[in-house]
């Protein structure tokens, strides 16, 4: 019955920033590891990163390695992504998500290990 819900997500030109937040329920944030993830129109959900439960480790993907910086602050029950030098292939719905099996747990596992999913953001970077 855990909740997620993404916001901070618009409409923003080439280079810009934004920064994404996943507000959480549940009194157990604070011990499972979360990810952030996207998806294109006519593409596959991909990972975009992940942070430990801990906050001490975080994987990005490749492609967005060094624009981007995931953090969580647990005594908000909130995970953040700040997106920076945005770029047009950066467009996609955001969501954060976590799993029942990720507690205690690193920063990055396959995407079937994520099974509580929020509703989305959409991220639009125009050229």
């Known amino acids: 019955q855990v909740q997620l819900v993404e916001s901070g997500g618009g409409l923003v030109q080439a280079g810009a920033s934004l920064r994404l937040a996943c507000a959480t329920s549940g009194r157990t944030f604070s011990g499972y590891a979360m990810g952030w993830f996207r998806q294109a129109p006519g593409k596959e959900r991909e990972f975009v990163s992940g942070?430990?439960?801990?906050?001490?480790?975080?994987d990005y993907s490749d492609s967005v390695k060094g624009r981007f910086t995931i953090s969580r602050d647990n005594a908000k029950n909130t995970v953040y992504l700040q997106m920076n030098s945005l770029k047009p292939e950066d467009t996609a719905v955001y969501y954060c998500?976590?799993?029942?099996?990720?507690?205690?747990?690193?920063?990055?596992?396959?995407?079937?290990?994520?099974?509580?999913w929020g509703q989305g953001t959409q991220v639009t970077v125009s050229s």
């Open positions: 998500a976590t799993g029942r099996t990720l507690l205690y747990s690193g920063p990055h596992y396959p995407i079937s290990s994520y099974d509580i």
């Open positions: 942070i430990s439960s801990s906050g001490g480790s975080t």
